[in-house]
T-cell receptor, first 115, second 113 residues
Framework: GAVVSQHPSWVICKSGTSVKIECRSL??????MFWYRQFPKQSLMLMAT?????????EQGVEKDKFLINHASLTLSTLTVTSAHPEDSSFYIC???????????FGAGSRLTVL | SQKIEQNSEALNIQEGKTATLTCNYT??????LQWYRQDPGRGPVFLLL?????KEKRKERLKVTFDTTLKQSLFHITASQPADSATYLC????????????FGKGTHLIIQP
């Protein structure tokens, strides 16, 4: 149980375009989802917390107008990278907490390359 | 400032030996400490959780210790196998609820046949 599906697994886009990444909880409901970003050989950095039915909470230094998060249902959260630039190229991973003590179930990640 | 340090970027261990990975932290008071495995190009997978009042936790060939005085956790894999090769991340949770976890950079473990 506790599977999180994330799509697309990789995407290449031109600078200035927008990219949407979807994260779905397949067999459980997730009122909260976390979005992380990971650069090569670096730790996962929390970008924002997505809350079903309310606004996302962004970490310090993360532009909310650039990284739009929508948590429209108990099983779906989306991250849209707007007006993407090469420096946004990274590995984006969503996760949802299980009932036990904030243990996270992660999606497979989305590799974004902005040309 | 708050810091999580995992002992080394990479660790080479011979198959069959015990691999020991270290996670040290400063300026945190974690209620829980978790260990995850991450394979290249994939999301992390949860392995073990240990609470602040627990000294040791085991799961099959895995063992985690937690010393809140030393502010350190050790992660052991006994009878290591090439399939154990991956990056292992420690993560701290200060018990604030749905605040996400704070991760270390990870240790890339290579088990050589």
């Amino acid at each position: 149980g506790a599977v999180v599906s994330q799509h697309p697994s990789w995407v290449i886009c031109k600078s200035g375009t927008s990219v949407k990444i979807e994260c779905r909880s397949l067999d459980f409901q997730a009122t909260t989802m976390f979005w992380y970003r990971q650069f090569p050989k670096q730790s996962l950095m929390l970008m924002a917390t997505s809350n079903e039915g309310s606004k996302a909470t962004y970490e310090q230094g993360v532009e909310k107008d650039k990284f739009l998060i929508n948590h429209a249902s108990l099983t779906l959260s989306t991250l849209t990278v707007t007006s993407a630039h090469p420096e946004d190229s990274s590995f984006y991973i969503c996760s949802a907490p299980r009932a036990q003590a904030n243990v996270l179930t992660f999606g497979a990640g989305s590799r974004l390359t902005v040309l | 400032s708050q810091k999580i340090e995992q002992n080394s970027e990479a660790l080479n261990i011979q198959e069959g030996k015990t691999a020991t990975l270290t996670c040290n932290y400063t300026n945190y008071s974690p209620a829980y400490l978790q260990w995850y495995r991450q394979d290249p190009g994939r999301g992390p997978v949860f392995l073990l959780l240990i609470r602040e009042n627990e000294k040791e936790k085991r799961k099959e060939r895995l063992k985690v210790t937690f010393d809140t005085t030393l502010k350190q956790s050790l992660f052991h894999i006994t009878a290591s196998q090439p399939a154990d090769s991956a990056t292992y991340l420690c993560a701290l949770d200060e018990g604030g609820g749905a605040d996400g976890l704070t991760f270390g950079k990870g240790t890339h473990l290579i088990i050589q046949p």
